[in-house]
């Protein structure tokens, strides 16, 4: 049984918690108790995308292009770090998308954003300054990092041995890119992670 906040209650064979065990192990509370290993490994699990700042930005025309340019970009000077080429398949949409440095994220989004056009703009020429549109997403909230943090390196414990296993009678799994022995923090540990964890229901 599932039940939420708002004491609505779910009945299922199984349960997959999908979000980041960091998250389930802070948010979530598991009667019976889940074993102490488990209980205490969760909280110490890093959520990949924690700390990071995506963004994308949106043209009217792909001018870098024109100009030759691919848009991938690697910076240790400038607010964008890691930037990428977004385009559609159609060609029918033109932008980027990437990171920022993580100590933005103390700035408002304004801020980021006349810091990440000016830098553009300095490697690109003005056209850059005109975007259709711009966004971003911190990804360090309330509700990636849940409380005090126990996270020391990258990528820790992610992939690691009591995430592979069912709990409470093979009733309860966790399954997300954190949770794959491969590629974990990226799409291919997801996509692995849901494989595995298909195998296991099967038994």
Do not use: C
Request: charged content about 20%.
């Amino acid at each position: 049984m599932v039940k939420t906040e708002n004491n609505d209650q779910f009945i299922a064979d199984q349960v997959i918690i999908s979000i980041p065990p960091q998250l389930a192990g802070n948010s979530i509370s598991f009667p019976p108790h889940l074993p102490h290993e488990i209980q205490t490994l969760l909280p110490t699990v890093q959520t990949w995308m924690s700390g990071a700042i995506k963004f994308a930005i949106e043209y009217s025309e792909p001018f870098w292009r024109q100009e030759g340019f691919s848009g991938m970009l690697y910076s240790h000077a400038g607010i964008i770090v890691e930037m990428y080429d977004h385009t559609n398949f159609e060609e029918s949409k033109f932008g980027f998308t990437g990171f920022l440095n993580g100590g933005s994220a103390s700035y408002s989004q304004e801020v980021r954003k006349e810091f990440a056009l000016k830098q553009l703009a300095d490697l690109l020429g003005e056209k850059a300054l005109q975007p259709v549109s711009y966004y971003d997403k911190v990804w360090t909230d309330e509700y990636i990092l849940g409380s005090k943090q126990m996270i020391t390196r990258p990528h820790q414990n992610n992939g690691h041995p009591l995430l592979q296993f069912g709990y409470l009678n093979d009733k309860l799994f966790f399954s997300n890119t954190e949770t794959s022995p491969e590629f974990s923090g990226y799409m291919e540990g997801a996509v692995i992670s849901a494989k595995n964890t298909k195998n296991n229901l099967i038994k």
